[in-house]
């Protein structure tokens, strides 16, 4: 990742936490013993059993140093729970275009579009921080795309 100033929930790090205490133990050690059979096959240069495990192997010592270098340089913000303005950990619920949308506001390190969990860097995020309940919004998307919306519920 090209930016350091990571910004994680105190949920996101528990997440990040688990999957790499899960990566070092468990997956470590199942591709080790995947290696060591590949290995048993014989010549490995024609061994595709022990080329995939070693790929493998690769991507997933690449995660473990991305989430140590995470952790090592996130600050954790915890939502103010009487806040009435959208901060990082709200979950706020927005009408977009005539559509009610939930996000969930997180640093980029824990964003997941798909999970509703959006980045304090995204358009709409950086637009929504700060906001109250009932305020008009107003950003351009990516594209350029002029994007409006109004708050109708903040969650912390």
């Known amino acids: 990742m090209a930016n350091d100033n990571f910004i994680l929930t105190p949920e996101g790090r528990e997440k990040l936490e688990e999957e790499l205490h899960y990566l ?10 995947r290696i060591k ?24 010592e690449a995660r473990i ?3 140590t270098h995470i952790l090592s340089e996130a600050t954790v913000v915890n939502t103010p729970k ?5 901060n990082i950990g709200s979950t706020v619920t927005v009408n977009m275009g005539g559509k ?15 999970d509703g969990k959006i980045s304090n860097e995204s358009p709409v995020g950086a637009a ?8 008009h919004v107003e ?5 350029g795309r002029k994007i409006e919306i109004d708050i109708i519920k903040i969650e912390h």
């Not at 070092?24 to 013993?33: D, L, N, Y």
């Not at 009487?82 to 959208?86: G, I, L």
């Not at 997180?106 to 798909?114: L, P, Y």
């Open 24 to 33: 070092e133990t468990e997956k470590r050690a199942e591709i080790g013993e």
């Open 65 to 67: 140093a991305e989430i």
């Open 82 to 86: 009487r806040s009435n303005k959208v």
């Open 139 to 143: 950003t351009t998307g990516p594209t």
């Open 100 to 114: 009610e949308r939930v996000f969930t506001i997180v640093g980029g390190a824990e964003s997941d579009v798909a």
């Open 37 to 60: 059979v590949a290995r048993e096959f014989g010549d490995i240069s024609e061994n595709s059993e022990y080329d995939d495990a070693k790929n493998e192997q690769g991507m997933v």
């Open 128 to 135: 929504l921080i700060g906001h109250k309940k009932g305020e």
